[in-house]
DNA sequence: CCCGCAAACACGTATGTACGAGTTGAGGAG
DNA sequence: CTCCTCAACTCGTACATACGTGTTTGCGGG
């Protein structure tokens, strides 16, 4: 790795080694010295350069991967990482004149986007509500609810999962208890039975992923992830759907219209 | 620590040691029986426990401190991290009303929520505009922007900082310009100087935070930063003001309404 | 009884060693 | 020329050791 060129370490300086070589090798990502998908120099070469344990070496890697800049690949080295494009989602998705195309908000726009959508991994139960769905509901927890889990991918690779939690009362017997749903989605359907839908709240928390959705989502080292927990209201202002979805954080932006009034 | 039980490990299991110790105790949080603010067992307990070298116990922690489950303490003890109660942003905040009442929009949330708002480090320029930012304005790159920059504090802890961006064509020598901005804060202001706002548009990011942020933020290891970018528009389509602001995602929930139409 | 200080304890940083396992490319066999 | 093997390189895991620095606690002297 001739080619970069790595500052000598600040013999009077009081941060810890491992910390300025982390910040040597952030600056030159950010400089722009070591390009998204450019490999970093080896373990080996970064001992040698600086004269330091592999130990101290790997923490200083360790560093720059929690922070979500590089990847190491196993027998291969470390790279920088490069994000992929991300995918904007609009505020009007859910927007009646999209659910009368007859198109579920996600199908339509992957394909808009020029990938190729699918869902996996559907599965529908009839169960008691976690309490916080049940809250959110406004019913007791002791009514059942239908769950719909199931996993979105684009172009194979899966960007998302998604529950969503609605009262067995409303969706037993019903096209929504079936793995499809239908032109248009369970929104379409539960207009259809009567529950003209008003609005959505939707709650954006963002978190570490736990270990299943590193593994579910595939998710890189160092990548949090987005949790959305939406509640559809009828006109009426009954609660009438609640949706739990984690994503990637770094596959999406999360685009939202706010009135001025 | 007799109180906690761990498991052995799995001898014949090929998950590494450290990641098997890893999952033993996160188990152990999300059972309830590590609760928040509870002493995780010592290194050296640990090691004892596990019959395994100190290296191997922190890599394990080291493990769920990515997660953003615990924080190690020196000198104390890795303790399971107690999340504080979150405030939630509505989604009309942004509504004239609120202006007219003659209060900022973080300062009137945080007293509704009996908390004492603060906030520091304000800083106007007149500025070049970065790349991103001219186009969100659909201005040019040369053309001047006020730059307001401020950090935002609840009950003296930095929670979140902010940096506005107006053409200087139409802050400059205006109350914008100031420090202290006047009450109802800039979106007041542009409305008297005949910019009506309509609406605005926020794009969510989620990250890990950079080095900088951390500090500023006095974030802890494993919390990802919520990144937002406002765009105010006027009736007429015109975009106003760009902020960009970045605040600890665990300190926040954000809340939207959607339209369902 | 209280104060102060030292020991015990806890995590932080760093060195050195060893072996395992995935990847790659060069060189030799066919 | 092609294919295969193997060596070299790379990161992953784990052990042992040493010393630094912040925190807590308990003992002993005043």
Same mark, same amino acid.
């Given at each position: 790795?001739?080619?970069?060129?790595?500052?000598?370490?600040?013999?009077?300086?009081?941060?810890?080694?491992?910390?300025?070589?982390?910040?040597?090798?952030?600056?030159?990502?950010?400089?722009?010295?070591?390009?998204?998908?450019?490999?970093?120099?080896?373990?080996?070469?970064?001992?040698?350069?600086?004269?330091?344990?592999?130990?101290?070496?790997?923490?200083?890697?360790?560093?720059?991967?929690?922070?979500?800049?590089?990847?190491?690949?196993?027998?291969?080295?470390? *790279?920088?990482?490069?994000?992929?494009?991300?995918?904007?989602?609009?505020?009007?998705?859910?927007?009646?004149?999209?659910?009368?195309?007859?198109?579920?908000? *996600?199908?339509?726009?992957?394909?808009?986007?020029?990938?190729?959508?699918?869902?996996?991994?559907?599965?529908?139960?009839?169960?008691?509500?976690?309490?916080?769905?049940?809250?959110?509901?406004?019913?007791?927890?002791?009514?059942?609810?239908?769950?719909?889990?199931?996993?979105?991918?684009?172009?194979?690779?899966?960007?998302?999962?998604?529950?969503?939690?609605?009262?067995?009362?409303?969706?037993?017997?019903?096209?929504?208890?079936?793995?499809?749903?239908?032109?248009?989605?369970?929104?379409?359907?539960?207009?259809?039975?009567?529950?003209?839908?008003?609005? *959505?709240?939707?709650?954006?928390?963002?978190?570490?992923?736990?270990?299943?959705?590193?593994?579910?989502?595939?998710?890189?080292?160092?990548?949090?992830? *987005?949790?959305?927990?939406?509640?559809?209201?009828?006109?009426?202002?009954?609660?009438?759907?609640?949706?739990?979805?984690?994503?990637?954080?770094?596959?999406?932006?999360?685009?939202?219209?706010?009135?001025?009034?």
């Amino acid at each position: 790795m001739a080619e970069l060129s790595l500052p000598d370490l600040d013999p009077v300086s009081d941060r810890a080694v491992f910390r300025q070589i982390a910040d040597h090798i952030r600056d030159a990502i950010e400089r722009g010295s070591l390009p998204e998908g450019a490999k970093v120099p080896s373990e080996a070469q970064l001992m040698q350069h600086y004269g330091v344990a592999r130990m101290t070496i790997r923490n200083a890697l360790q560093v720059l991967q929690g922070e979500g800049l590089t990847v190491a690949e196993h027998g291969r080295g470390v *790279f920088v990482r490069s994000r992929p494009p991300v995918r904007r989602l609009a505020s009007d998705r859910f927007a009646r004149r999209h659910r009368e195309q007859g198109k579920a908000a *996600f199908i339509a726009e992957t394909e808009e986007a020029g990938a190729k959508p699918s869902v996996d991994s559907i599965e529908i139960k009839e169960v008691r509500p976690p309490v916080a769905v049940a809250e959110w509901l406004s019913i007791s927890p002791d009514e059942l609810v239908i769950s719909r889990s199931r996993r979105y991918l684009i172009d194979g690779q899966p960007v998302e999962t998604a529950v969503s939690y609605i009262p067995a009362e409303i969706a037993r017997n019903t096209q929504i208890a079936e793995p499809n749903s239908g032109p248009g989605g369970i929104y379409a359907r539960l207009e259809e039975l009567g529950y003209r839908l008003d609005h *959505f709240v939707e709650d954006v928390k963002a978190r570490m992923p736990l270990r299943d959705e590193v593994r579910t989502l595939k998710l890189a080292p160092g990548v949090p992830v *987005f949790q959305l927990i939406r509640t559809a209201y009828t006109v009426e202002g009954l609660p009438v759907e609640v949706c739990d979805t984690v994503m990637s954080s770094d596959a999406y932006v999360l685009s939202y219209e706010l009135p001025a009034r």
